[in-house]
């Protein structure tokens, strides 16, 4: 069977995204799921944050333009069932370089991944995205069937929201092959004690409804420590709020695909 594909996407900066695709990836990892970590951000925070080294040249962009196979790319990381694709600074050329080249410049991922979906196990692939709606994201979008959009606890929470949507609209629209539906909208950086998170959240409930997951990660100063010892938080301090949040979240996410599942099968 073919592994589930998630991006994880917002093109705002600093919501969550990466320690999202990190900790969610090693969280569903723990659980047995054969996990890839697909980094698809010429920052490689998500690389650097499982605790592989950055490599010059060590990347996906090869595979995205036709020279290399994905699936050799593909490295094993220190913790158990995750493996990575890791990111680099040669993604910044996909912008540039993707649209001169033939065929689909927005299916290039979908392309290079599917080989890798039909002829390795993993169940789950996390793709954790640049912030910008560039073509990278938009590729990550094509390939994945499921989005999952987190949104920091803070003013402008919405602010950029409907920007997203446009474009998944669209672009589930324009290309024939996408099948992206949004999974969910994970609340991030969580502080209960402040009104003003209690409030974007609620705030957010009310414009995605059901769409938002129960769990929200709290703002937790170990999820920020983590990436710099380059350890999911699971593995830098297992008592850890984050790292009960995140198991919590990777539940949520298991039994949201398994609902969606069946319903798809009626
Ligand atoms: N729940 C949290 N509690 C505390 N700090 C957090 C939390 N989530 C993320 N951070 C910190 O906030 C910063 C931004 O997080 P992160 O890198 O995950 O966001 P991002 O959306 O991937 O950013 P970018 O848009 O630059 O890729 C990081 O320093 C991270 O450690
Ligand atoms: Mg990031």
Known sequence: MSAIVIAIANQKGGVGKTTTSVNLAAALAAIGKKTLLLDLDPQANATSGVGVEKVEGKNSYPALLGEEKLADLIVETPWKDLWLIPGGLDLCGADIEFPRLPGNHLARLKDALEPVLTQRDFDIVVIDCPPSLSVLTLNAFVAARWLLIPLQC????????????????QICESEESCKL?????????FDGRTRLSQQVVADVREYFGEKVFETLIPRAVRLAEAPS?????????????????????????LSKLKIKKCKTRN
């Open 154 to 169: 803070e003013y402008y929470a919405l602010e950029g929201v409907s920007m997203i949507m446009r474009i998944y609209n």
């Open 229 to 253: 010892f380059g350890k999911p938080v699971m593995y830098y301090d297992a008592y850890s709020a984050g790292t009960s949040a995140y198991s919590v979240l990777a539940e949520e996410v």
């Open 181 to 189: 539906e949004l999974l969910g909208v994970l609340m991030t950086m």
